[in-house]
């Protein structure tokens, strides 16, 4: 079982006792600071993926996740090379037409980022500082 995979496999043993609240990528919140709460219902591993499900239809995919704390008052993974939130617009239909997301890549010291939302990507300070996600 490869990092990933054990990954996974620590995260469903752990629902329903992990921490919920608000996410953060690279030290920047998703939204206003703890303005959502997502709830983690499900989590599996593919090669260096590890695919998170939440509450609301959101997926949060991490590669190569590094350094996962996790229980009730913690969630975080430390490193990764690549993160990718996806979520359908809050109060609109679950559609291919609603469905957004922000990417984010490790690149030697620093990061990038992409998304399909304007909004989201408006000063970004992304940090290697921070931990790839947070949930806070």
Same mark, same amino acid.
């Given at each position: ?50 695919? /998170?499900? #939440?509450?609301?239809?959101?997926? &949060? ?9 996790? $229980?009730? !008052? ?24 609603? /469905?957004? #997301?922000?990417?984010?890549?490790? &690149? ?9 939302? $304007?909004? !989201? ?16």
């Amino acid at each position: 079982m490869n990092e990933t995979e054990q990954a996974a496999d620590r995260i469903r043993k752990a629902i329903p006792n992990v921490k919920k609240g608000s996410l953060r990528f690279y030290g920047e919140w998703f939204g206003r600071p703890h303005d959502n709460i997502h709830t983690l219902v499900s989590g599996e591993a593919e090669n260096d993926c590890l695919r /998170l499900f #939440f509450d609301q239809g959101e997926t &949060l995919s991490v590669w190569r996740p590094r350094g996962l704390t996790i $229980d009730k !008052s913690t969630f975080k993974i430390k490193t990764a090379t690549r993160v990718r939130w996806g979520w359908y617009c809050y109060g609109r239909p679950q559609v291919s037409s609603n /469905l957004y #997301f922000m990417e984010f890549k490790r &690149l030697g010291l620093g990061i990038t980022s992409r998304s399909n939302n $304007d909004f !989201s990507q408006r000063g970004l300070k992304l940090t290697l500082f921070h931990p790839a996600v947070e949930i806070l």
